[in-house]
């Protein structure tokens, strides 16, 4: 309907302009087919909060977009669902996800995959408005996004043509509670979460009639972990999948901080600002990383190890890498991924000192001023991150206008993007199938690995495609380090190994944010779907598997 039109789809007479105006604007507003929904629970993000409410209502609007060339229409559903406890069938949790869902399509051929960040205590706004849905927020990035007014695109990179997508809330973020007698912090755990979000999977399946629809997962940072010991669940109580889309992973948290794994990144974020100790500079970035991941394992590691004897060639050839003097480097006893007493990273404050900047950890290509009380931000506050700070402005403001104008889901509660709560209390307690439990670090944490679950789902599932894709200039998720994680997970068929790929981009954590990454990791998907779909005799595999399964439980 255009805007010329009232909502009967007739002109209005001249002396009747007010009312044309008005009935215009309406219709603009609500288009035919649209449902909007105001929600007046009040939803907390403490940890002893809770609901009582446990209706499921959504929000409906119809949209097109073209991809390709190819015109999609589709329908956007932002509202709730109810999981319930597997053993008594009572409600446990109210869960908050917003679907876009592609008209007139079959169940059996259509994918569907399912989204969320980290965190933990992540809401999914963070990939929901920045990767693959069919509507995107426009940044500067590596630069600031300056304040207000922002803009949101159609985003030609959009996943929409290959699947459905679903984006989930975890318990305690965006609009998601427990539902009492429950508590958020009852699902504030490792395996808690993948439980309850096993749960929501299986309600939105059994809600929307996609039991057999194709199924994919696509998790960021924590959300990796948390992808592994899903998959693994999710098996185990018949729901098989047929890809995993790993971004930016954490899978063995013994190697946070490894500096064999975090050199690269370094010298990759030295490449990007011009600091090498290389001439000439090298022009190809993938060749440069793979040269300094060789002299990482090898020459790098031997250093590290031997220390405080040192070899003044491998140091000479660590500073030429990193672009940080001798002397430096002796003082932070080689470690490159080391950090100071306040909690910053001495790399990351250190290669652009004397121009007064820090580098994001989460973008390396990111910089801001680090001097005065800049300086004195507390730096384990994620918002203070550079690369954090250059688009949460954006991001809480159109996802405010995205969710409430576009997709006219409204609300009284505040909504929670990111729950420092959740983190707090987390219980990172897991053994995996294998028996691996990595025990406790030297202050007592528990150390979450979760590269067992994976192999242990990729043996199981032997169709199951596996796409690991890194950012360059990740430094909290250094992609060298996930190489040695997957080459180290306890996977030993070499042709089970063949379904896992992994792609690097010129990017940072969120990999989507960097338009050209985001076309590149687009096609991949694509050729990643593609392949997990187009094979009959593997999707067959898969279904049977599935059934086998479930006959199993029953």
């Not at 932002?78 to 869960?95: E, I, N, R």
């Not at 755990?189 to 999977?201: L, M, N, P, R, W």
């Not at 944010?513 to 990791?521: K, Q, V, Y």
Request: charged share 20%; hydrophobic share 35%; glycine share 8%.
């Amino acid at each position: 309907m255009t805007n010329t039109e009232s909502a009967s789809g007739s002109l209005q007479s001249p002396h009747n302009s007010h009312a044309a105006q008005e009935a215009s604007a309406a219709s603009a507003s609500h288009k035919a087919g649209d449902q909007p929904f105001f929600d007046p629970v009040a939803y907390g993000n403490g940890p002893d909060d809770s609901v009582t409410d446990t209706s499921e209502n959504a929000a409906v609007t119809k949209h097109s977009i073209t991809i390709d060339g190819k015109k999609i229409a589709y329908t956007a559903t932002a509202g709730h669902l109810v999981t319930v406890d597997p053993s008594s069938s009572q409600p446990a949790a109210k869960f908050f996800y917003v679907a876009f869902t592609q008209d007139h399509q079959k169940e059996e051929t259509r994918p569907l995959t399912f989204f969320y960040n980290g965190g933990p205590g992540s809401s999914s706004v963070f990939v929901l408005l920045g990767s693959f849905a069919p509507r995107r927020i426009k940044t500067s990035m590596p630069g600031f996004t300056p304040p207000a007014p922002y803009q949101m695109e159609d985003n030609p990179d959009s996943l929409l043509d290959k699947s459905d997508l679903v984006f989930i809330n975890p318990v305690g973020t965006g609009y998601s509670a427990a539902v009492a007698p429950r508590k958020n912090r009852d699902f504030w755990g490792v395996d808690q979460d993948a439980d309850s979000i096993k749960q929501f999977i299986k309600r939105y399946l059994t809600k929307n009639n996609r039991w057999n629809s194709p199924k994919f997962l696509f998790g960021e940072s924590y959300g990796t972990a948390r992808s592994c010991v899903l998959a693994y669940k999710l098996h185990e109580d018949g729901v098989d999948l047929n890809g995993i889309t790993l971004q930016s992973s954490i899978l063995d948290y013994t190697q946070a901080g490894n500096p064999i794994g975090a050199l690269p990144t370094a010298a990759a974020d030295a490449w990007y600002h011009k600091k090498l100790g290389v001439a000439p500079r090298p022009t190809d970035l993938g060749q440069f990383v793979e040269e300094v991941a060789q002299f990482a394992r090898t020459d790098y590691l031997n250093a590290l190890r031997k220390f405080p004897t040192t070899d003044n060639a491998v140091v000479e050839k660590l500073s030429e890498y990193t672009g940080i003097d001798k002397t430096t480097l002796l003082a932070w006893s080689l470690d490159i991924a080391g950090y100071d007493s306040r909690g910053n990273s001495l790399f990351l404050t250190t290669l652009l000192k004397s121009k007064g900047l820090a580098l994001g950890a989460y973008d390396g290509r990111v910089t801001a001023i680090e001097t005065g009380i800049a300086g004195k931000i507390d730096p384990n506050s994620g918002g203070n991150d550079p690369t954090m700070t250059a688009v949460t402005g954006v991001y809480t403001t159109m996802w405010n206008v995205y969710l409430n104008e576009q997709l006219k889901f409204t609300s009284n509660s505040a909504f929670t993007d990111l729950n420092d709560q959740a983190f707090k209390f987390w219980d990172f307690g897991h053994i995996d199938p294998t028996g691996e439990q990595k025990g406790l670090d030297s202050k007592g944490n528990i150390i979450l690995y979760t590269a067992g679950d994976l192999a242990a789902v990729m043996a199981l599932n032997v169709d199951l495609k596996v796409l690991s894709a890194n950012g360059f200039y990740d430094f909290v998720t250094p992609f060298y380090q996930t190489v040695i994680d997957l080459q180290q997970m306890p996977l030993l068929s070499q042709q089970v190994r063949e379904n896992l790929s992994a792609r690097f981009y010129p990017s940072g954590h969120m990999v989507y944010l960097d338009g050209g990454s985001r076309t590149a990791l687009k096609a991949d998907l694509a050729s990643m779907y593609d392949a997990a779909v187009s094979n009959a005799e593997a999707l067959g595999r898969v279904r049977a598997l599935q059934a086998l399964t479930a006959a199993k439980m029953h």
